[in-house]
């Protein structure tokens, strides 16, 4: 058994093909399917059903997986490690991002991080909570920007900054001649939400005390795949929604037909954290990362305890 071997099984576990596992590989389709049969004939298990139509992971496999996972990053440790001797922000971070807070956000940091760690090979993915959560867990990305808890022992969360929630509304929408929006007024506002699986939906609903989407109604089938889409629904008249603070500074804001409004709730803003594994070792390459989004910050965000690890106490709302 060897390291090679064991990033062969992620490999097929992750794209259920031999072909495409392979090309990932930089190998042919035999020598990686010969180097898994020699694996599975030392070992004296099964890893792969193989079919003619499909390749599934058996439940050792499963077990395998988990354990090949922790130690193929654990020889990348060793290696990060030699690198961190020269330089601890040398070498690839991968961060994943949900939709929501890529687009504003990293525009604002991308050129300070060149600038700043040229060492530092950042290496983004722009995903939704939950595929952001599960290649956390498997060790696929270093680390994730959330608006929501991670629930896992496995993982710790730096909190970096509070951003409040704006109400876009059309132009010649009754919102426009208000001082200010009550929750009451949001009541009855033909609120627009992100489809399922978007944080900011749930969050949305949250703020506005909603218990369940509407299934019926002229509302009820106009959901985006992205803020972008949202807001031409709005600018076209269909409704209102609510924007996070960083996504204000987009196009739309200016010559779209929609008005924004900050709300005044006490709860109407969105928590965003780095969320990581326990077990990262690059501690120091996270801090530095966090360090260039606080200063890159627009005073639309309230940025919180600068750099402080979790389980330290939070700067209050």
Known sequence: MNL????????????????????????????LSGQIKKLEEELGVTIFERTNRSVEITPIGE????????????ANVITQLAQA??????GPLRIGVIPTLSPYLMPLILVPIRKQHPQMNLVLSEEMTDTLLERLHNHEIDAALLATEADSQDLKAMDLFD?????????????YTKEKISRRDLDDANLLLLSEGHC?????????????????????DLRASSLETLLQLVSAGFGTTLVPALAMRGSWATGSGIAT?????????????LVYRKSFPRQQALDAFAKIIFENLPN?????????RAGKKRKKS
């Open 63 to 74: 077990s395998i997986l988990e354990h090949a996972r922790i130690m193929v990053e654990q």
């Open 200 to 220: 900011l939906a749930k969050q949305v609903m949250d703020v506005c005390h909603l218990k369940e989407r509407k299934d019926q109604g002229d509302m009820a």
């Open 261 to 273: 409004q900050k709300l005044e709730f006490k709860d109407a803003y969105r928590r965003i954290s």
């Open 85 to 90: 001797h020269q330089d601890p922000l040398a």
């Open 163 to 175: 951003e409040p929630l704006w109400i876009a509304y059309p132009s010649k929408h009754p919102f």
């Open 4 to 31: 090679r071997d064991l990033k062969y099984v992620i490999a097929v576990a992750e794209t259920n093909h031999f072909g495409k596992a392979a090309e990932h590989c930089f190998v042919s389709q035999p020598t």
């Open 300 to 308: 639309t965000v309230y940025p919180l305890v600068k750099n402080k």
